[in-house]
């Protein structure tokens, strides 16, 4: 059995609490590892290594911090498919969608390499007689993430990218779900000349959050994962003065018009529905087709795609739709929520219970499951299930359609299929959800855009990634200045690099 450890100030280290998490390979339901979870001494000397190492990385000048980043952003590309295979097999993904994971993270990395640029201040000569003002933008200090199991490369990449190239050093706190690319992570980034102690990964759970929350010295929180655990987390940081950002849950909606392209809307479905099991923040779980027609004929295109996708070990290769949900007990919840469904009414069209796979049968496998006929009163609609199960509510409007996903509290993602760019635009403009999808089911914006959701989808102000990452990770500093005229100095006459 391994025992996995956590990263402080450049090395590796065994967990001296005594307690452990079981991490499991989802497809076999074998414990594969044992995860350390930190007390709060351990993560207090996370703290002491990182306020150690903090200052002499914020006095580094931002064009050769970001060359750490151009530097980390070749490494990813080097071992691609290890961290690819290494995230498979902790969390069940197929192996594409895994490097898919690693990519748009690295993304992120990629725009943290303009931070020069990003972190530039503002400038006015003569704001007064001879008075100038500027303003520049500051490291916070020590900053703190907290991560989900469903993208232990991505989000993680995410938070520790602008926040160290911003200047600050970094404690990541990832899901004891999957800490190893976590771990593979903060090694690349010493590789590509990163400072000891500016990034650690303290793996743990609630008691190390709470060591993070209560840390006088911790400046800066970032959180995604479940809403309950957001809302937590956004209540408690800012009680005890940090400065927070928390993303939760989804539930995300597909309004399917009647000029839709069907073809084009159910393939889309399917991909955003049960693409990794449906364990993404920003996958499809309720289909809004508006009217009866357009209803019964999207059900007839869904239903042969959904009983042709194949459900397997990512060791399968290219010829698995989805993987295996995370752990047993994500397995129990979906079949619970599935059990109030069928309970409460709604029509199982497709019904996944019984799916087994031949030498995987203790595996986290779920089959994939669709409802129609589903009403905003049942289980299934009001709560996150993130699992392969996609609920069909049928809306004789395309007012009611609309009123249906501003009505929901969560308000992650949402997207509408139409012809009708007069009906898109109306959609995107009114509907109260972050981040809107016309004719592209899953949209996640890109890295030098901001993703954030509205509603219980989000506690705080500033998106992730983008010009808001460098915001958040930052303090605005202003000076106004008066100088005497003086004597000048001579010149400097050689060309030389910034030190
Ligand atoms: P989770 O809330 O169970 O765990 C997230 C993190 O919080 C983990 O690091 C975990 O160790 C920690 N945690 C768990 N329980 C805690 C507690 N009681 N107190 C303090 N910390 C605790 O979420 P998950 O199951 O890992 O991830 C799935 C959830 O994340 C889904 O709800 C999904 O929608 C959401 N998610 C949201 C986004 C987004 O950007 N909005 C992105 C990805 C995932």
């Not at 609630?206 to 929350?213: G, M, P, R």
């Not at 809004?288 to 295109?301: F, Y």
């Amino acid at each position: 059995m391994q025992e996995l450890t956590h990263y402080l100030n450049g090395e590796h280290v065994k967990g001296t609490s005594g307690r452990f998490a079981d991490v499991f390979n989802p497809a076999t339901g074998e414990v594969q590892a044992k995860c350390p979870l930190a007390n709060e001494a351990e993560m207090d000397q996370a703290v002491k290594y990182a306020m150690a190492a903090q200052p002499a990385w914020a006095a580094v000048n931002p064009q050769r911090r970001a060359r750490v980043m151009m530097k980390f952003v070749d490494l990813l590309n080097r071992d691609m498919d290890k961290l690819a295979e290494a995230l498979s097999r902790e969390h069940g993904k197929t192996l594409p969608d895994a490097a898919g994971d690693v990519q748009r993270g690295l993304e992120v990395v990629e725009y943290c390499i303009g931070a020069p640029e990003l972190l530039k201040g503002d400038y006015t000569d003569s704001a007064g007689p001879g008075i100038d003002m500027y303003s520049m933008r500051q490291p916070l200090g020590v900053s703190a993430g907290i991560t989900p199991f469903n993208f232990p490369a991505m989000i993680p990449m995410w938070m520790f990218a602008p926040a160290i190239v911003c200047g600050n050093a970094f404690i990541l706190k990832p899901s004891e779900r999957d800490p190893s690319v976590p771990l593979m992570l903060a090694e690349l980034l010493e590789e590509a000349g990163l400072p000891k102690g500016i990034i650690q990964v303290v793996n743990g759970d609630k008691e190390a959050v709470d060591a993070i929350l209560h840390h006088p010295v911790i400046q800066s929180v970032g959180f995604v994962g479940s809403t309950p655990i957001a809302e937590y987390i956004y209540g408690t940081g800012c009680a005890n003065g940090k400065r927070v950002q928390c993303f939760g849950g989804a539930k995300n909606h597909m309004i399917i018009m009647p000029d839709a392209d069907l073809d084009q809307a159910a393939d889309a479905l399917i991909g955003a529905g049960y693409g990794a099991a449906g364990e993404r923040c920003m996958a499809i779980s309720v289909a809004v087709p508006v009217g009866e027609e357009t209803a019964d004929r999207l059900i007839e295109k869904l239903v042969p795609r959904i009983e042709k996708l194949k459900v397997g070990p990512y060791t399968s290769g290219k010829d698995v739709d989805y993987g295996p949900v995370v752990t047993g007990a994500a397995k129990a919840n979906i079949e619970r929520l599935v059990q109030t469904g069928i309970d409460q009414g709604a029509t199982l069209v497709v019904d996944g219970r019984d799916f087994k796979l031949q030498g995987y049968e203790d595996g986290f496998f779920v089959g994939p499951h669709l409802f129609d006929n589903v009403t905003k009163d049942m289980d299934i609609y009001k709560h996150e299930i993130f699992g392969p199960v996609l609920s069909t509510v049928r809306a004789k409007t395309y007012e009611e359609a609309l009123g249906l996903a501003m009505d929901h509290e969560m308000g992650n993602g949402t997207a509408i299929f139409t012809r009708d760019g007069d009906a898109a635009r109306d959609f995107a403009n009114r509907v109260n959800v972050g981040m809107i999808g016309i004719n592209v089911p899953i949209p996640v914006p890109l890295a030098y855009h901001t993703f954030g959701g509205w509603k219980k989808s989000v506690f705080g102000d500033l998106n992730q990634h983008g010009p808001d990452a460098f915001k958040f990770y930052t303090r605005t500093k202003t000076v106004t200045s008066r100088w005497p005229s003086g004597i000048k100095e001579g010149g400097e006459f050689n060309f030389k690099p910034m030190e």
